[in-house]
C-alpha cells in the first residue's frame, strides 16, 4: 500500500475561453484528477482542484492550457496543508465525542 502525501492542496482557477471550447473543456475537467467546474459563462470558468502536490495543480493548469479556445490559466488561490493536520481536523468531532 503507498504511502499517502505529506500534503493536501487546495487550488482555484480561473480559465478565460471561447464559447465554443466549452465541450472540450467539459471534457478535459471530467477526465482530470481532482479537477471540477465550479461556476462557467460563456467566456469564463472557475475550477476546483485538490491534489497531494503541486506536480498535481501543474499538471492539469497544463492540460487546461492544451484545450483549443482556452486564452488563459491564471491560479487564483493556493492552500497547503500538512496532511496530518487535514486528518486530525477531519476526525476531530469523534475525539471529542469519544472524552465525554
Do not use: C, F, K
Request: aromatic share 4%; no cysteine; charged share 20%.
Amino acid at each position: 500500500m503507498p504511502e499517502p502525501a505529506p500534503e493536501w492542496h487546495l487550488a482555484s482557477l480561473v480559465v478565460r475561453h471561447r464559447p465554443d471550447a466549452i465541450p472540450a473543456l467539459a471534457a478535459t475537467i471530467a477526465g482530470a484528477q481532482g479537477l471540477e467546474l465550479a461556476l462557467q459563462d460563456d467566456t469564463r470558468s472557475v475550477l476546483l482542484q485538490e491534489s497531494d502536490g503541486t506536480a498535481g495543480l501543474m499538471d492539469n493548469i497544463r492540460l487546461i492550457e492544451s484545450v483549443a479556445g482556452v486564452y488563459a490559466v491564471n491560479l487564483v488561490y493556493h492552500h497547503v496543508e500538512p496532511r496530518g493536520l487535514a486528518d486530525a481536523a477531519a476526525s476531530a468531532p469523534a475525539r471529542q465525542e469519544s472524552l465525554r
